[in-house]
C-alpha cells in the first residue's frame, strides 16, 4: 500500500477518520482564498500556521480539514488525515450525489493561496504565479494512490465554474472545486501541470519563444509549391534568416528557463532540426515542382 501520510509532511491528525467509497480515485484542488484583494490592492499572505491551527485544531476549521495543506512559497505540507479516509472541504449534501467520499480515494489539496496575495514584497495574481514549491514531491504521492494526470473536467485556468455529476460520478483523476457537484466554490483559478504539459505554465514571452520554436518544426514539412511569386533562391534565403531569428529564440527560452533544462541539449536539438530543414528544402527547391 502506498503512504497513507505523505512523506515529508506535518502529521496533525484531526481524527474522525471514515472510509471512501471505492471506486475511481480522484484529487480535489482548493485555494484557501483567505482574503479578497484585488490588483490595485493586493493584501499580505496569511501565516501558514494560522491555517494549520485553523484546519487542525480550530473545531470550526476542523469540519472542513482537507487531507494537504500545501504553502507553494516554502514547500511546506501539513496533513490531516490519512489518505484512506474521506476528508471534509468539499459541500456534500443529504442525498444526490457523494463527493467526499465519491472514490477508492479523494485526496483534496488546500494550496495556501488568494489571487493577489503579497509574499517579501511581490504580489501572486495566480497559485501558478508562486515558485509552487514541494509540487513534483506532492504530485508524486497522489500518483503513487493511482489517481491519473488527467482533469476530467479541465484544468481550471479561471474561477469559472461548471459541474457535471455525471462526469464525477464516473471519471477519476483531478477536479478544480469549482468543477464539483454539490459545491459552489469556484476555486482554485489556477493549478500547476503535469510534467507533461510544463509549456502551460510559461510566461507569455516563453509561450510566444515556444512557438517560434514549433514554427521551425512545421518549417521542416515545407514543401516548394513553385508558386512563381519569388524564386528558390529567394525562399531559400528568407527561410535561413526565420532560421536565425528562431535560433536566437531557443537560445533566450533556454537561458530563461536556466537550470531547469539542459541548455546544450536544446540548442543541439535546433541546429539538427535545422540540418534536416535545410535537406528538405534542397530536395524541394530542385526536385519535381508540385502543384
Ligand atoms: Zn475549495
Given at each position: 500500500m502506498p503512504d497513507l501520510w505523505m512523506p515529508g509532511a506535518t502529521r496533525l491528525d484531526v481524527g474522525g477518520h471514515a472510509s471512501t467509497d471505492g471506486g475511481k480515485p480522484k484529487a480535489i484542488a482548493h485555494i484557501t482564498w483567505d482574503r479578497n484583494a484585488t490588483a490595485a490592492k493586493p493584501q499580505d499572505l496569511v501565516a501558514y500556521e494560522n491555517l494549520q491551527s485553523w484546519f487542525g485544531r480550530n473545531p470550526s476549521g476542523i469540519p472542513s480539514a482537507p487531507h494537504i495543506l500545501w504553502d507553494p512559497f516554502t514547500g511546506r505540507f501539513t496533513q490531516?488525515?490519512?489518505?484512506?479516509s474521506r476528508s471534509k472541504s468539499l459541500a456534500d449534501r443529504a442525498g444526490g450525489t457523494r463527493t467526499?467520499?465519491?472514490?477508492a480515494v479523494v485526496l483534496q489539496v488546500e494550496a495556501l493561496f488568494f489571487p493577489y496575495c503579497r509574499v517579501d514584497g511581490k504580489v501572486y495574481?495566480?497559485?501558478?504565479?508562486?515558485?509552487?514549491?514541494g509540487w513534483p514531491q506532492l504530485l508524486a504521492w497522489i500518483r503513487s494512490w493511482?489517481?491519473?494526470?488527467?482533469?476530467p473536467m479541465g484544468?481550471?485556468?479561471?474561477f469559472n465554474s461548471r459541474r457535471s455529476e455525471e462526469t464525477w460520478r464516473t471519471t477519476g483523476g483531478w477536479y478544480a472545486h469549482a468543477h464539483v457537484p454539490e459545491n459552489d466554490h469556484q476555486d482554485p483559478g489556477s493549478w500547476p501541470a503535469f510534467a507533461t504539459e510544463?509549456?502551460?505554465?510559461?510566461t507569455p514571452e516563453q509561450a510566444k519563444q515556444l512557438a517560434e520554436i514549433r514554427s521551425l518544426v512545421r518549417f521542416g514539412t515545407w514543401?516548394?509549391?513553385?508558386?512563381?511569386?519569388?524564386d528558390a533562391w529567394a525562399i531559400l534565403n528568407s527561410l535561413s534568416t526565420q532560421l536565425a531569428a528562431q535560433t536566437a529564440a531557443v537560445k533566450a527560452l533556454a537561458g530563461q528557463l536556466g537550470n531547469d533544462v539542459d541548455t546544450a541539449t536544446v540548442v543541439a536539438a535546433v541546429e539538427r532540426a535545422i540540418a534536416e530543414a535545410t535537406v528538405q528544402v534542397n530536395v524541394d527547391v530542385t526536385g519535381p515542382t508540385n502543384s
Open positions: 490531516f488525515l490519512p489518505a484512506n467526499n467520499r465519491a472514490g495574481p495566480r497559485l501558478i504565479d508562486t515558485p509552487c514549491k493511482g489517481v491519473p494526470d488527467f482533469w484544468r481550471p485556468t479561471n510544463e509549456e502551460d505554465d510559461m514543401g516548394y509549391k513553385g508558386a512563381g511569386q519569388v
